[in-house]
């Protein structure tokens, strides 16, 4: 049975870092892209970023390029994201999902997710 | 990045009623387009891949068409459970983006 965990999330100061850890179980992490997805409070999904299941490609949204670095522990099973220079509009829900289109590029098929953390920039 | 609008942004139906969603891109994605549902405090749910591919386990009442610029998502006939958010991405190039979301609402 497939499961995404995440953690890391809660209160944090504007300019400060966090990390996020997304422990996978159920399969062969290994084998498969992953993808970071956020929502902030009471708007829509952003796709945040993206890594191959080697970890070594990786995409970004505009908005957090430069800022966060997308990164993934094979022999922990786990996907992380560090997200630096916090900003009162990273505040979100972050989901962790997995992409299920085999390719080392990625694609937009995400069958399973996380439950999600919830991030909070503020002073 | 590309533009994903979708429209209307939100829309009030009754069960057993037929919806269509539409999602017009700023540019070609091919068919690289992807559908999700969303209801509050809960991870999206994959509907549709491949602009009209159904995801497995998802009813057949769902249905995606369209390629290039212009996509839909239909409904044939609204089940109680359905009354959520909706979701257009493309998958077509980073930064993928998703539409701003249709809210589905009972009337």
């Known amino acids: 049975q497939v499961h995404l965990v995440e953690s890391g999330g809660g209160v944090v100061q504007p300019g400060r870092s966090l990390r996020l850890s997304c422990a996978a179980s159920?399969?062969?992490?290994?084998?498969?892209?992953m993808h970071w997805v956020r929502q902030a409070p009471g708007k829509g999904l952003e796709w945040v970023a993206f890594?191959?299941?080697?970890?070594?490609?990786?995409y970004y949204a505009d908005s957090v390029k430069g800022q966060f670095i997308i990164s993934r522990d094979n022999s922990k099973n786990t996907l992380y994201v560090q997200m630096n220079s916090l900003r009162a509009e990273d505040t979100a829900v972050y989901y962790c999902a997995r992409d299920e289109a085999g390719d080392y590029n990625g694609s937009g098929k995400w069958v399973y997710w996380g439950q999600g953390t919830l991030v909070t920039v503020s002073s | 990045a590309i533009q994903m609008t979708q429209s209307p942004s939100s829309l009030s139906a009754s069960v057993g009623d037929r919806v269509t969603i539409t999602c017009r891109a700023s540019?070609?994605?091919?068919?690289?387009l992807a559908w999700y549902q969303q209801t509050p405090g809960k991870a999206p749910k994959l509907l549709i891949y491949?602009?009209?591919s159904l995801q497995s386990g998802v009813p057949s009442r769902f249905s995606g068409s369209g390629s290039g610029t212009d996509f839909t998502l239909t409904i044939s006939s609204l089940q109680p459970e359905d009354f959520a958010t909706y979701y257009c991405l493309q998958d077509f190039i980073y930064p993928f983006t998703f539409g701003q979301g249709t809210k589905l609402e009972i009337k």
């Open positions: 159920g399969f062969t992490f290994s084998s498969y892209a």
């Open positions: 540019q070609g994605v091919r068919i690289d």
């Open positions: 491949g602009a009209s």
């Open positions: 890594i191959s299941y080697d970890g070594s490609n990786k």
